[in-house]
């Protein structure tokens, strides 16, 4: 059973991406996009995950080009006997790429605060996964956060804010704030005091 789907690295990806974003359905050309894979090879591997009970094909109707068509969308079956303990397990791992992505943001130079919530603890409701504050402009960030969600296989939503929006929202209580870190979180970088 693990062989089946653990044995390839894009059999990985997939289910890690779906696992990850276990309310959604998506086709095989947006799993490929958003894991950084090739689609053949997405619909290869899926089929040896469906046959494993792991994910679920669905046919969904999507209009291209003023034609409506059918078109093959996978989506995690939670109902599959492993689910818990592979999401506990992506959720865990995730931990041992974070260093790569650390380092990256710190060598902006002008992070002073990174914390993950949302996805990266379980909670699937929270509005945002990743905060950043600091000084840093947003489209290097935006070039680091895209890398990163390829290698965990899941899109992140993150903001990111000035040290002053920061330290003034804590200041008057602001709600995104106090909700965001009144949840579970983890603590990646802080040059705070």
Not at 47 to 76: F, M, Q, S, W
Not at 87 to 93: A, E, I, V, Y
Request: charged residues 30%.
């Amino acid at each position: 059973m693990l062989t089946k789907l653990f044995s390839s690295p894009v059999r990985v990806k997939i289910l890690k991406f779906l696992v990850m974003n276990e309310n959604g359905s998506f086709s095989a050309q947006d799993v490929a996009q958003k894991t950084g894979s090739v689609i053949r090879s997405v619909n290869k591997e899926a089929v040896k995950l469906i046959d494993a009970g792991a994910i679920i094909e669905e046919i969904k109707p999507e209009t291209i080009n003023k034609k409506t068509v059918k078109v093959k969308h996978y989506r995690i079956n939670k109902d599959f006997i492993l689910f818990n303990e592979i999401k506990s397990l992506f959720l865990k791992t995730q931990v041992l790429d974070l260093d790569n992505f650390k380092s990256k943001l710190v060598k902006l130079g002008k992070i002073n605060y990174v914390v993950l919530t949302g996805k990266f603890v379980g909670d699937n409701s929270a509005a945002v996964d990743l905060l950043l504050v600091g000084d840093a402009e947003h489209k290097k960030c935006e070039k680091i956060v895209s890398e990163f969600e390829k290698k965990i296989g899941f899109e992140i939503n993150w903001t990111l804010m000035s040290l002053e929006e920061y330290d003034y929202r804590q200041k008057i209580g602001d709600m995104f704030i106090y909700n965001l870190l009144g949840r579970k979180t983890i603590e990646v970088y802080s040059k705070f005091v």
